[in-house]
């Protein structure tokens, strides 16, 4: 259909870096959980992309409050911004919290999820990549973020009795447990993040309400631990 008033359709350009950016974090997340030689440095690196993750959000929603017509509703521009942001800030969290628990090695469970949250991060951004067009092949991406999200918790699930059944250190056992919740955190903002933005397109003409983004503590104070 022939639209006389266009959509500001960079809105797309940037989920799709976004979703590029998660990707990039995830695959270095990996690297370091297999190959946890020089952690820190690795670390390090996974929080320079959050850092440009940021950079990309707070251009959404600067755009989201200066743009009269969006592609899609307001809500879902907002929600998919700050649910991807999410993603970001979660892996580096984990990247994080590896080295500031000093883990010597990273479990055969943690690796395991690493693997998950590789092929997640994939299905997210095939997601994303189908909002343009209005793709049908987005709900199969999402059905697949899904089930990779149960996966996951059943992996944690099983690691957390292995865990306890294994480790004869309570403090240790305590300290990987609480580290082991966040590698499966990372999963579940990417199922939001899909599943708050589907493609149903908008003609939202509003632009005076404010979509200032709130100010949100750092991933690891969010529970409480």
């Avoid at 969006?70 to 942001?85: F, Q, S």
């Avoid at 994080?96 to 951004?125: C, G």
């Amino acid at each position: 259909m022939f639209n006389l008033i266009p959509r500001e359709v960079r809105f797309f350009d940037e989920f799709e870096r976004q979703s590029a950016n998660i990707r990039r974090a995830a695959d270095l997340l990996h690297d370091q959980i297999y190959d946890f030689a020089d952690a820190r440095a690795k670390a390090h690196a996974i929080k320079n992309v959050e850092h440009e993750g940021d950079a990309i959000t707070h251009e959404i929603i600067k755009r989201l409050n200066t743009t009269f017509i969006t592609p899609l509703d307001r809500e879902d521009i907002y929600a998919l911004a700050t649910r991807l942001d999410d993603v970001l800030d979660y892996i580096e969290a984990v990247a994080e919290r590896l080295v500031v628990y000093r883990i010597k090695t990273p479990t055969s469970a943690a690796r395991a999820l690493a693997d998950v949250i590789v092929r997640i991060t994939n299905a997210t951004d095939a997601a994303v990549k189908c909002l343009r067009t209005l793709d049908p092949e987005y709900h199969g991406h999402i059905m697949e973020v899904n089930r990779l999200e149960n996966e996951a918790d059943a992996l944690l699930r099983d690691s957390l009795v292995a865990l306890f059944e294994e480790n004869a250190d309570p403090l240790r056992g305590c300290r990987e447990c609480h580290r082991g919740h966040h590698p499966e955190d990372g999963l579940a903002p990417c199922r939001r993040s899909s599943s708050s933005s589907s493609p149903s397109p908008s003609s939202s003409t509003s632009s005076t309400a404010s979509t200032t983004r709130p100010t949100r503590s750092p991933p690891w104070c969010r529970r409480g631990s």
